[in-house]
């Protein structure tokens, strides 16, 4: 079944002359699957992640996004995390004032409450949050601390993978999460991609590395330039676009 399925979506940038950014973008993304985005700066694929997490920054000006069934736009951006979108962005933001396992606590709640299952308690919470914090190699110090703020660039790529292991969505989003990580983090991070995958979840993952796919293993990998995916092939499509670079393909 099709967990994720965008048809031809078209979305500019919303304010008077906000520049079209997406020009008609296909892709689905069955349960189980796993799919790489690949492609040059400024191509959309942030943009592409963003409007599927609710972001209001941008205008949808054709096509359609169906999740599960359900048509996604009209939903609110706290809606579709709660049903289980999760974006790992590509600039973690910094909350300053709230203490990350404060943070992580009341979002799986509302997570909780909104799939109408029981609230987790606080001891309960903070177990499992040290559980995942230790495979992710991240201290209880880190935790007390205000959400990213004033962590390194690895250790907000980091903090974006455990929020995802806490909220355990049915779609990840993943952008760029593997940048500016050490070769270690990286591996802990494809880790806990693939601890939760499952053949009911699907994942996203944006990438400019072949290197990332080495441990995540895409059913999938796509080219996107110019707000649309020109080309889809398996993982042997990233090895040549290393090897030959987004000339190959008219860039
Ligand atoms: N809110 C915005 N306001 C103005 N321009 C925007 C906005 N969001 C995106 N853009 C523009 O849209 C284009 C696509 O941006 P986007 O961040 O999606 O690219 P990307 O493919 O993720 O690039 P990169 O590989 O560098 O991360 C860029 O030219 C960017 O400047
Ligand atoms: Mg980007």
Same mark, same amino acid.
């Given at each position: 079944m099709d967990l994720l399925n965008i048809e031809n979506l078209h979305a500019r &940038?919303? #304010? *008077?002359d906000g520049q079209e950014i997406l020009k008609g973008l296909n892709l689905t993304i069955k349960k189980g699957e796993i799919h790489a985005i690949m492609g040059p700066n400024g191509t959309g694929k942030s943009t592409l992640t963003k409007i599927l997490a609710g972001s209001d920054e941008y205008e949808i000006t054709q096509g359609s996004v169906n999740y599960n069934g359900e048509d %996604? %736009? @009209?939903? @609110?951006a706290h809606e579709r995390a709660n049903e289980g979108i999760f974006l790992a962005f590509q600039y973690p933001v910094e909350i300053p004032g709230i203490a990350t396992s404060t943070f992580l606590r009341h979002a799986l709640n509302a997570k909780l409450r909104h799939n109408e299952k029981e609230e987790i308690d606080n001891l309960e919470f903070i177990k499992l949050l040290r559980q995942k914090a230790k495979t992710l190699k991240i201290s209880d110090e880190m935790l007390k601390? *205000? &959400? #990213? &703020?004033?962590?390194s660039g690895g250790e907000k790529k980091r903090m974006e993978t455990l929020q995802m292991s806490i909220l355990d969505p049915h779609l990840g989003l993943l952008d760029e999460t593997d940048s500016g990580l050490d070769i270690d983090a990286l591996r802990t991070v494809a880790e806990g991609v693939n601890y939760i995958h499952s053949k009911e979840k699907g994942f996203l993952i944006i990438t400019h590395y072949q290197r990332l796919l080495d441990y995540i293993k895409p059913d999938f990998v796509h080219i996107m330039v110019g707000g649309k995916i020109i080309k889809t092939g398996d993982y042997k499509l990233a090895i040549e676009l290393e090897e030959k670079g987004y000339q190959a393909y008219g860039v």
């Open positions: &940038v919303d #304010n *008077p %996604l %736009l @009209e939903k @609110e601390r *205000p &959400v #990213n &703020v004033g962590f």
